[in-house]
């Protein structure tokens, strides 16, 4: 037997008429879609097919998009057996749901108010993302120490080998970038996003996002999630809810999951969500294990 484990995408991944053809062709999946649409009382559906692209980038619709999508694809799969999963940031989520620690009714909720209030957070502390290239995490940490001087800054995602994203206040993520330069990165890049994500500035959406998950029946999951915060798998629902709750503001440690995931005997991972942006990453820390992405209802159907 292939040791599998489904891997989940984070915010990003959007495009519109994501999911419309799972839609279309599969009753399971549009009957997921209507619930989730009644369950936030908003018409997440019509953004998701038809836009406009600003809108669908807009963090509160943009989380439980990607959910959505995600969950509906692992639902609609049925020959497809899995031993493990993970999710980038968001995907955590869509991990839990496909594990059965939380159910899909709960979850969907759960993650429109993530990315509301991760949104507002963005509003009432502005801040920044970047991404560095070609340095070790040990640099990029000690250059996220250095800028902190002029702003809050730290790394918010270690994805794969010298790809780190850092995140937090402008002054501080701009500070940091500079030092990157000068100390011999390949590339240093400021991201358009709407919020310093996974730093400091989010604390107010993580004291939100704990009410809400107060409020949310989490149980035990029936298989291992490697959670973002400690690269490690995870089944009690008690950390799970911690480790929720932590990795708002705690850094995604993408890169030790996946080779967490492949120590411990996976051979397999599939992508399971729209786009392909983590199945470049699993290439970029393993060359030699195998990567599949499942997003269209096309890729679905052989696995019926």
């Known amino acids: 037997m292939i040791r599998r484990a489904f891997l989940f995408p984070g915010q990003g991944s959007q495009y519109v008429e994501m999911a419309k053809d799972l839609f279309d062709n599969s009753v399971e999946a549009k009957e997921m879609i209507k619930t989730a649409d009644e369950a936030l009382g908003i018409n997440l559906s019509y953004i998701m097919f038809n836009g406009p692209e600003d809108q669908l980038k807009q963090t509160e619709f943009t989380q439980p998009a990607i959910f959505l999508h995600s969950v509906v694809l692992a639902s609609i799969i049925r020959t497809l057996d899995f031993e493990a999963a993970a999710g980038h940031s968001l995907g955590e989520y869509s991990a839990l749901v496909a594990t059965k620690a939380i159910q899909f009714y709960d979850a969907v909720k759960l993650v429109r108010t993530r990315g509301v209030a991760m949104q507002k957070a963005g509003q009432e502390n502005p801040g920044t993302l970047a991404a560095i290239v070609g340095l070790s995490p040990e640099a990029v940490k000690e250059f996220c120490l250095e800028a902190s001087s002029v702003g809050i800054v730290q790394c918010a995602n270690f994805n794969s080998p010298g790809q780190i994203v850092i995140s937090g206040s402008v002054e501080g993520v701009r500070k940091a970038m500079e030092l990157c330069k000068a100390g011999g990165a390949k590339m240093v890049k400021e991201l358009v996003v709407s919020g310093a994500f996974h730093s400091p500035l989010m604390q107010s959406a993580k004291d939100s996002l704990l009410v809400a998950l107060n409020t949310t029946n989490i149980y035990d999951s029936k298989l291992p999630i490697y959670a973002n915060v400690t690269a490690k798998p995870v089944t009690r629902k ?61 890729e679905v159907e052989k696995f019926l």
């Open 238 to 298: 008690e950390e799970i809810k911690k480790l929720l709750h932590q990795q708002v503001t705690s850094p995604v440690r993408w890169e030790e999951t996946i080779n967490n995931m492949i120590n411990d005997g996976i051979e397999e991972f599939y992508e399971v969500g729209p786009g392909k942006v983590l199945q470049g990453l699993v290439k970029r820390i393993n060359p030699d294990v195998k990567c599949f992405g499942i997003d269209k209802y096309e």
